[in-house]
C-alpha cells in the first residue's frame, strides 16, 4: 500500500516521473510540472505515490468522464476506499457511482437548476454592487480577504437557508476535503488538525432544523419528506453543498480577479463589451483551473491511448494540465477573453460535472457585472501569493485598487 492504495508496477512504456505534484512549490506555480506531464506522454508513473497522472486533455477528459471504468466510489483523492477508511462519510453525490449515485444527483440537479440560480441573479448583484462600492472606498483591499472570501460567505449561505454562518469554518472546511484528497502530507495533516473544531460545527449546520424554510436546504429536506432521500441523506446532501460551494467560487472569483489585473488590455475588452462576461469566466477557469487534479480508480482491467490500466489503479487527472494542453487551445498561456474555450475540464465532465456550475457561474457573473460597471481600472499593489492545497489552486494574498468609472 502507498497512501492508502495498492501500489502497483509501471505499465510497459509508461515513463516513470520522479516529480511531487504535491510539492507547495509545485501547487504555487505548475505550470513547468503542466508541461512536462503533458510532454511525457499520455500517462507517466509517479513512485512515489505509485500512481498513473495524466495531463493531456484528450486522455484526461476520457479518465475523467468514463464513470464506468474509472469509479468515485473509491474515492477521488489518492486513497483507496475499498481499502482504507476515510476521514468522513464518504460523499452520497461525489464519492459514489451510478446508479446510487444517479438518485442524488437528480435531488441535486433540481435544487441547483439553472432556473434557481437564474432566480438569484437579482440578489446577488445587489450584494456584488453594495460590496464593490465599499472596495471603491478603499486606497487598497486584500482581494483575497475582502472580497473573493467575502462574497460567496455572505450570498451562499442565505441562499442556502444556513441559520448560522461563520465565514472562518466554511472556509477551512473546504480546505480540509480538498486537502484530504492529497497524500498524508503537510498540507494534509494541517487541515486535518482543524477536525475537532470545524467538523461538529459543520455537521449541525446540516441538520433541518438549522436551516430556513426556503433555500436550497429546504429543497432537499423538501425530498425527503417526498420519500426521494431519506432524512440523513438529505442532512449528506446539505454537507456536499458545504464541502463543494464555498472554496470553489472563492477561487474562481480571487482567480477572475488576478487574470484581470494581470491583463488590463482584457479588462478594457470587458468594459467595452460586457457581453463578454460570460466566455471571460469560462476563460478563467481554463486558465487557473480552481481544481487542478482529482484522482479516479480503474475498477477492471483496462486500456487509454495503447497503455494497460490494471484494475485498482489510482489515475491523478490533473485538470490544470488538461486546461492548458497547446494541442486543444493554440497560445494556451495567453488570458484571452475572447477564447471561448469549450471542453475546458474546470468543472469536470460526464455525470460527475459539477453539479453547482450554474450557481457558481450567477455568482462570478455577479460579482465581474458590478465590476465592469463600477470599477475603470483593477491595480494590482503587490504581488499576488498562491495558497497551496493538494486538490485546489487558489490565491492567498492580492493587494488591489479599484479606481472608480
Ligand atoms: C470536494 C467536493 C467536490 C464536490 C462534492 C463534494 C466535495 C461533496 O462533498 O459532495
Not at 494541517?190 to 441538520?207: L, S
Not at 486538490?391 to 479599484?402: G, S
Request: hydrophobic fraction near 40%; include cysteine; charged fraction near 25%.
Amino acid at each position: 500500500m502507498i497512501e492508502g492504495h495498492a501500489a502497483i508496477e509501471p505499465p510497459p512504456g509508461v515513463p516513470v516521473w520522479d516529480v511531487d505534484p504535491y510539492d507547495p512549490q509545485t501547487l504555487a506555480d505548475p505550470d513547468a510540472y503542466y508541461a512536462e506531464l503533458r510532454a511525457k506522454g499520455p500517462f507517466v508513473y509517479i513512485p512515489r505515490y505509485s500512481v498513473l497522472a495524466c495531463g493531456r486533455h484528450q486522455e484526461t477528459q476520457e479518465v475523467f468522464s468514463d464513470w464506468e471504468r474509472f469509479v468515485s466510489s473509491r474515492g477521488v483523492g489518492l486513497q483507496d476506499f475499498k481499502l482504507e477508511t476515510p476521514w468522513r462519510s464518504p460523499s452520497i453525490i461525489l464519492e459514489v457511482d451510478p446508479p446510487a449515485h444517479s438518485r442524488t444527483r437528480k435531488v441535486m440537479s433540481r435544487v441547483l437548476s439553472p432556473k434557481v440560480a437564474n432566480a438569484l441573479r437579482e440578489q446577488f448583484l445587489v450584494a456584488a454592487n453594495k460590496l464593490v462600492d465599499e472596495l471603491l472606498e478603499k486606497d487598497s483591499f486584500e482581494a483575497i480577504a475582502e472580497l473573493a472570501e467575502v462574497y460567496p460567505t455572505n450570498v451562499f449561505p442565505e441562499a442556502m437557508g444556513l441559520r448560522e454562518v461563520n465565514r472562518r469554518f466554511l472556509i477551512d472546511y473546504g480546505a480540509m476535503v480538498f486537502n484530504a484528497l492529497g497524500p498524508d502530507n503537510d498540507l494534509r495533516r494541517n487541515a486535518m488538525a482543524m477536525g475537532p473544531e470545524i467538523v461538529p460545527w459543520i455537521t449541525r449546520q446540516c441538520k433541518r432544523e438549522n436551516l430556513r424554510q426556503e433555500g436550497f436546504g429546504a429543497e432537499i429536506y423538501a425530498a425527503a419528506d417526498a420519500g426521494e432521500i431519506s432524512e440523513d441523506e438529505a442532512g449528506m446532501l446539505v454537507r456536499s453543498l458545504l464541502s463543494a460551494g464555498v472554496d470553489t467560487t472563492v477561487t474562481g472569483i480571487g482567480s477572475a480577479l488576478w487574470c484581470l489585473a494581470t491583463n488590463p488590455g482584457e479588462y478594457e475588452k470587458l468594459k467595452e463589451n460586457p457581453k463578454l462576461l460570460r466566455p471571460a469566466f469560462e476563460e478563467v477557469l481554463r486558465f487557473t483551473s480552481p481544481v487542478h487534479s482529482f484522482c479516479r480508480t480503474a475498477d477492471r482491467d483496462t486500456e487509454v491511448s495503447g497503455v494497460e490500466i490494471v484494475a485498482g489503479t489510482k489515475i491523478l487527472c490533473v485538470l490544470g494540465a488538461a486546461n492548458s494542453d497547446e494541442t486543444r487551445w493554440p497560445d494556451a498561456g495567453r488570458f484571452d477573453v475572447n477564447r471561448r474555450p469549450t471542453g475546458h475540464l474546470a468543472m469536470g465532465s460526464g455525470v460527475h460535472g459539477c453539479v453547482g456550475q450554474n450557481l457558481a457561474r450567477a455568482e462570478v457573473g455577479a460579482v465581474l457585472t458590478a465590476i465592469v460597471n463600477k470599477v475603470d481600472k483593477i491595480k494590482l499593489n503587490g504581488p499576488a501569493r498562491w495558497r497551496p492545497n493538494n486538490a485546489i489552486h487558489a490565491l492567498d494574498t492580492m493587494p488591489l485598487t479599484f479606481t472608480p468609472r
